[in-house]
């Protein structure tokens, strides 16, 4: 069956809002690349969202699902306890230390390891406000949509959870309000951050403040380190928990098993999904250990969480990373990627903005160099000019007009040049159709005005 097959059946049988990031089908990946339903091999810049930073199919991994599943696929954690799932927990928690004691919960997915954040925050401080972002992504489920930013996840699904307040996400680009630097512009948000105790929700009532220390579907938007160490500071100063989401940013993907450890800053509690098993279905909610032991009994857990295949292709993914040192290869990857957007940057007006941290790297296409005008339309002609020439690479922001790389972070240097000269193609070759397309519609306009 061909891709052109494929996408009928998909269109025929599943529901319509289900979007496609890219147009493209896969039949089987290795590394960096999928090959597709008509047998073409694609390079692969979306890494599944962020899901195969150590690349598509990794042997170890492989190995330990089947070995896995010929002994024990399921019996839910909560019936019988089984040590794998132990193994993933103390590999976790020595890797990603909160305190003196961590403990872990295992989860199903991202969304669900938000879910179950708010529920021990909410638990441990016995408060019931939480405090999100502007931009923020943190899934789709009700609670963590209510805490997604972006209006079109959130379409005709209300009402949504109560108690949650939104603040601005301290984001440079767009609204500098004129300060002078980065640590004047975070003084300025932590001051706002105070005045909203005054004029929206008392920090006496706050359980928790959750953020993402860089924004995936926002738009890789970075927080300002001095920002995140006046944020902890508050957060100490009236007993709010901070939650930091590290399901997109985690193993690897900013050259560190976490972002926040960019920041010498440590969350009391934190969420994982994504890269954590290669693609297996599995997250974590991690935390302080007292905060993670002040739920009441059955408060928290589920029928699949901790599957056993699941925890052993986390661990096998974890052992492997560490192997090939994931974080120097997000090092390697972020340097090449980096050095490439930002000679993009000087050749395309179009590019308003490089960020990034690590090998989470994205540009922003804007209209006239004007950050408040985005050019969504030439984002999604960039995405199929690449696909239409074997590249994979998705958009983010809630504008959909950042192009974002979430590459495996074992790609080939040769394969991701490869992948970065098609994009650099394609801005040449579309900005030249656009300016050309632009200049004869300003030609009629001022032809009908005379």
Request: aromatic share 8%.
């Amino acid at each position: 069956m061909n891709s052109k097959e494929i996408l009928a059946r998909r269109k025929k049988f599943v529901p319509d809002a289900i979007g496609i990031f890219n147009p493209s089908t896969a039949v089987s990946a290795k590394g960096a690349v999928i090959t597709d339903a008509d047998g073409n091999e694609l390079i692969d810049f979306a890494g599944g969202i962020g899901v195969v930073n150590a690349g598509h199919c990794p042997e170890p991994v492989v190995k330990a699902i089947a070995e896995q599943a010929a002994k024990l696929i399921h019996c839910s954690f909560n019936v019988a306890t089984y040590d794998v799932y132990m193994q993933l927990a103390e590999k976790l928690a020595g890797l990603l230390p909160h305190g003196e004691h961590t403990k872990v919960m295992l989860t199903n997915s991202g969304a669900e390891s938000v879910e179950n954040a708010i529920k021990i925050a909410r638990q441990a401080t016995g408060r019931p406000a939480i405090i999100c972002y502007g931009g923020a992504f943190h899934g789709r489920t009700m609670m963590s949509m209510t805490l997604t930013s972006k209006v079109g996840y959130k379409l005709g699904c209300g009402p949504f959870a109560p108690e949650v307040y939104r603040i601005p996400f301290p984001d440079y680009y767009h609204n500098n309000q004129g300060a002078a630097n980065l640590d004047e512009f975070s003084d300025h948000h932590l001051r706002e951050l105070e005045n909203f105790f005054t004029t929206n929700v008392p920090a006496s009532q706050v359980a928790a403040i959750i953020l993402e220390p860089v924004q995936g579907e926002g738009g890789f938007n970075v927080v300002p380190p001095k920002y995140l160490r006046g944020l902890r500071a508050i957060c100490d100063k009236y007993g709010i928990l901070l939650i930091l989401d590290e399901v997109q940013s985690g193993f690897g993907r900013t050259g560190k098993w976490a972002a926040y450890q960019h920041y010498d800053t440590n969350p009391d509690i934190s969420t994982w999904a994504k890269s954590m098993g290669s693609g297996m279905p599995i997250g974590a909610v991690m935390g302080k250990a007292h905060i993670m032991d002040a739920c009441k009994p059955s408060t928290i857990g589920g029928t699949y969480p901790g599957n056993p295949v699941c925890c052993a292709a986390a661990l096998a993914t974890l052992d492997y990373m560490e192997e090939i040192n994931i974080n120097a290869l997000g090092v390697r990857v972020g340097k090449i990627v980096r050095e490439r957007f930002d000679q993009f940057k000087k050749q395309f007006s179009a590019i308003g903005d490089v960020r990034g941290l690590g090998a989470m790297l994205a540009f922003e296409l804007v209209k006239d160099g004007d950050p408040n005008r985005p050019n969504a339309d030439l984002c999604k002609k960039l995405i199929s000019y690449c696909a239409d020439r074997g590249l994979i690479v998705i958009n983010a922001g809630i504008n959909g007009n950042i192009i974002r790389v979430l590459s495996p972070l074992v790609i080939d240097e040769g394969l991701l040049n490869k992948g970065l000269d098609i994009i650099e193609d394609g801005l040449h070759r579309l900005l030249d159709d656009y300016t050309d397309k632009t200049d004869h519609q300003h030609g009629l306009l001022a032809a009908k005005s005379i």
